[in-house]
């Protein structure tokens, strides 16, 4: 059986959290999928302080003691994963941004491969289009695997209308993200996602030591000599092309 937890940034039981019960209901008509609601509220997370100590030390060097650990053990348990936050100020709930920075770390060593992501965003007007790219964007980097996610209007009163759409976009998200939940490969990745990956071994290789914890996860992981984070056949094409970003990489360390 699958496992999806969603991570929710809303304060509220309104929206947001209606429109992920309801993507649960698409998603559980296809499958058998144990289904978890975090709610980021009801978890202690401090601000992030900017000490970098995640990125040079180690996340477990973190001096906040709170329950990020908590919260990255249970995307770890996961198969899927779905970031849920209402729209304020044109940008994600506050407690969602407080998990997103406190995850930083996370962009720097990638981990969460073979496991599938989606955003679902509420918005009152205008300008969640930009939030679940953004999102999107965030899983990508993380490591996921991503299904796009949707942006649903929620500007109160409702109409049967727009109830309408909002439930089209959610059961397209939801056939989307199931289609990434149950693939059976890990796929082969997008030319930009091997130009970060190409891009950025180069320059811990060449920037770093092992002192950082950076360089020593690349070097654990085998990444300075890979083709990509993970095992996968990237075809004449792609290899020549990463041998390229190599080369562009390098000389970028040394005009830095």
């Known amino acids: 059986m699958k496992k999806v ?53 180690g996340e477990e060097h973190c001096p906040l003691k709170d329950d990020r650990d908590l919260l990255l053990e249970k995307m770890q348990a996961s198969d899927g994963v779905i970031f849920a936050t209402p729209l304020y100020a044109f940008q994600v709930s506050a407690p969602m941004k407080n998990l997103l920075d406190r995850l930083s770390f996370v962009f720097h060593r990638p981990q969460f491969f073979g496991k599938t992501f989606t955003a679902i965003v509420s918005q009152g007007i205008l300008g969640g ?3 679940v790219k953004y999102l999107d964007d965030m899983g990508g980097y993380y490591g996921f695997q991503v299904a796009k996610g949707c942006v649903l209007n929620a500007l109160e009163p409702t109409t049967a209308i727009v109830e309408a759409r909002n439930s089209r976009k959610l059961k397209n998200a939801a056939a989307r993200f199931h289609k990434e939940l149950m693939r059976t490969a890990i796929p082969v990745p997008s030319l930009f996602r091997l130009l970060l990956f190409r891009m950025a071994r180069t320059s811990i290789k060449s920037m770093l030591n092992p002192q950082y914890r950076d360089y020593r996860h690349y070097e654990e992981k085998g990444w300075f000599e890979s083709g990509y984070y993970y095992p996968v056949s990237l075809g004449p094409y792609k290899k020549l092309l990463g041998r390229l970003f190599d080369v562009l990489g390098t000389r970028m360390v040394k005009r830095s």
Do not use: H, S, W
Not at 7 to 28: H, I, M
């Open 5 to 57: 937890t969603a991570f929710l940034g809303t304060p509220r039981k309104q929206a947001t959290y209606k429109a992920v019960l309801e993507f649960e209901k698409y998603l559980t008509n296809d499958a058998e999928i144990e289904f978890e609601y975090v709610f980021l509220k009801n978890y202690r997370l401090d601000y992030c302080l900017g000490c970098k100590l995640c990125f040079n030390k």
């Open 129 to 131: 289009g930009k939030i």
